[in-house]
């Protein structure tokens, strides 16, 4: 079972690498508290992980399009976090 709560992950993650109008944000939007919980048992000050999440999901965006696998995103994702 995924920690991600969206059984259409894969399909959403095709559409941001398609650049589908609005398909990045819905992505933040099921991964953001899988990755802030990540952030914060490896940082204790909301500014730095809030700063911590800025970075990844920027990294996120300019990346996504490398990701072979959506199935390893969950995996991906984690790691650019920590």
């Keep these: ?8 992950l ?9 650049d589908v109008e609005g398909a990045f944000e819905k992505l933040y939007k099921e991964t953001i508290k ?3 919980s990540i952030a914060s ?4 000050n909301k500014e730095d992980i809030e700063d911590a999440l800025q970075n990844s999901y920027m990294y996120v965006a300019k990346s996504i399009k490398d990701l ?6 969950e995996n991906w994702l984690s790691t650019i976090v920590k």
């Design 1 to 8: 079972m995924s920690i991600i709560e969206n059984s259409n």
């Design 68 to 73: 072979k696998n959506p199935d390893s995103f």
């Design 10 to 18: 894969t399909e959403l993650i095709a559409d941001v690498q398609n």
């Design 41 to 44: 048992l490896l940082l204790t």
């Design 34 to 36: 899988f990755s802030y």
